[in-house]
């Protein structure tokens, strides 16, 4: 009955038949945007029903500067799994990526609201902000993930090294620490925060 339903709200765009183009080498050294546009459409039209083919496919079409046809697609991909928060999650960063932060906050609320239990989207969903310098937002999402899981090192490190790329070291410092206290003996530990300051080039 969902399906169905589903089907009558959005049969039309789903069956719309994207003009036939061939992809050669000419094709993939032209426009950008119809190169996005290609590959979301065709995309769409091998996987229409999979939630998490059509956030991407969003994120091709706002990469295109396509904001309305991204909209659609976002829509059906909630419509399609409403409660899956790494859908949820996808589609709040493709809005984040392109710069429409009002839409990528009202997204990432709704992974806390329909699948609060989802650790991996929360850490995410965290880490996405944190390398966007919304630090309040990307705290709330981790301290969620914290009180779910309070034990795992690689997740307090690898939100150091977002808070980092937006140039957070401060607010990255205790999530480092708080992964050596986790595991002391565990060499892989230090290597990772290494790693990190050297990528991130958080040296001075």
Not at 64 to 78: C, G, N, P, Y
């Amino acid at each position: 009955m969902r399906r169905a339903l589903l089907l009558a709200a959005f049969g039309p765009f789903l069956l719309a038949q994207a003009p036939i183009t061939t992809f050669t080498e000419d094709f993939f050294n032209g426009d950008r945007r119809k190169i996005l546009r290609a590959m979301g459409d065709a995309t769409r039209e091998l996987k229409p029903r999979d939630a998490k083919y059509l956030a991407e496919c969003g994120r091709a079409y706002l990469a295109a500067t396509d904001k309305t046809r991204a909209s659609e697609t976002f829509k059906l991909a909630e419509a399609l799994e409403p409660k899956d928060g790494k859908v949820l999650r996808l589609i709040a960063q493709a809005w984040l990526k392109h710069g429409y932060r009002t839409e990528a906050l009202e997204a990432y609320e709704l992974v806390l609201a329909r699948d609060p239990g989802n650790k991996d989207a929360a850490m995410d969903c965290a880490i996405d902000l944190a390398e966007a310098g919304m630090v309040a937002q990307s705290e709330k999402f981790m301290n969620h993930f914290l009180a779910m899981e309070g034990s795992k090192w690689e997740a307090f490190v690898a939100f150091g090294k977002a808070l980092l790329v937006s140039g957070q070291r401060k607010k990255a410092a205790p999530w480092f620490a708080r992964a050596i206290a986790v595991k002391p003996k565990e060499e892989k530990v230090y290597m990772e925060i290494a790693r990190a300051f050297a990528e991130t080039q958080s040296v001075i």
